[in-house]
């Protein structure tokens, strides 16, 4: 049986558009590493972070630098050219990504909140973030609802991003299975944002907690919480979110030599910061804040009448920092 020509252009249209990789997940990663390339591919061209092999293939991680925007594909799709990350730099240092990148360690002798803390400022409204550090409570849904229910017949799906902590991860499938669901449904819009593997805190001082804990292996919190994102079928985004927000200079180099944007926030509502406009906002979303929870419910519920007429937005991460650095 021959096939017309309009059902040949149609099978290669599926097969062209189905090499890239949709939230799938990758069990049995191997070789995962840091591996900064030029990928280009027609027309685009995009930053390779991360390459890794999965089922006999190799895969990379892909930035592209205007937009922030992350995605797996098929190492195979793409001409590429190794680079030392200073030659990233270097060559892209006119795109959103690396003046992010820039911008986020303008601060970084900080020992709280390092990293960029505002984006968007000349717009109305603001920048969600919500942490998911371990915790033996359920998620706060309540967060995600309402925030769908407040937004829906203004922006869907309604952008927010979450920063995920590998146990947090490993310890509450269902409630993930139940964010990804929402994503599905395209009720919201959620940017992935590394919050390491094991968010280790402790007693000490600052100087020497979270991730200035002596012994820390930075490998292992970063790499190794992208692992399992893959596996649970995230895609993860290029930007960092230290646990508990403490950092220094030499860790926050450390961070974005591996591709990433530290990001901190100007509003962490449990400790009584508001929001202005353009504000990166920060609440846990964990089951262990219910201060902050509070907090975000009653400002959305304070904002009602602006959201109705647009006049209060929930912005993507990336295109608020796209739109800052164009």
Not at 114 to 132: C, R, S, Y
Request: proline share 3%; net charge neutral.
């Amino acid at each position: 049986m021959k096939l017309s020509k309009f059902t040949l252009l149609s099978i290669f249209c599926i097969c062209f558009f189905c090499t890239e990789i949709f939230a799938q997940n990758f069990e049995n990663i191997k070789r995962y590493k840091v591996d900064f390339a030029l990928a280009t591919r027609n027309n685009e061209r995009l930053i390779a972070v991360r390459s890794f092999s999965a089922n006999n293939q190799k895969y990379l991680l892909l930035v592209n630098p205007e937009t922030l925007d992350t995605k797996i594909d098929l190492a195979n799709n793409y001409t590429t050219k190794g680079l030392q990350f200073a030659n990233v730099l270097a060559i892209f240092k006119n795109t959103a990504y690396i003046k992010s990148i820039e911008a986020a360690a303008v601060k970084d002798q900080q020992l709280q909140n390092a990293g960029i803390d505002h984006a968007i400022p000349k717009e109305k409204g603001i920048t969600l973030t919500i942490d998911l550090c371990p915790s033996h409570k359920a998620l706060d849904r309540i967060i995600f609802q309402s925030v769908f229910d407040e937004f829906k017949k203004i922006e869907q799906p309604t952008p927010l991003a979450i920063s995920v902590s590998g146990k947090w991860m490993l310890k509450h499938q269902d409630d993930l299975n139940w964010l990804k669901s929402l994503v599905e449904k395209k009720e919201l819009n959620i940017t992935w944002v590394n919050h390491t593997y094991n968010h280790e805190v402790n007693k000490l001082p600052l100087a020497e907690n979270f991730l200035l804990a002596p012994g820390t292996d930075l490998d292992v919190e970063v790499l190794e919480n992208e692992k399992l994102m893959l596996k649970n079928g995230l895609t993860p985004s290029v930007f960092f979110r230290f646990p508990g927000l403490v950092s220094d200079k030499k860790i926050v180099e450390r961070i974005e030599a591996y591709g990433l944007i530290p990001i901190g926030s100007d509003a962490w509502l449990a400790k009584g910061q508001q929001p202005n406009a353009g504000s990166i906002v920060l609440i846990h979303g964990n089951g262990n804040e219910e201060i902050g929870v509070k907090d975000f419910i009653r400002l959305l519920q304070t904002k009602q009448a602006d959201v109705k007429n647009k006049q209060w937005l929930l912005f993507d991460l990336r295109q608020g920092l796209e739109k800052e650095f164009e």
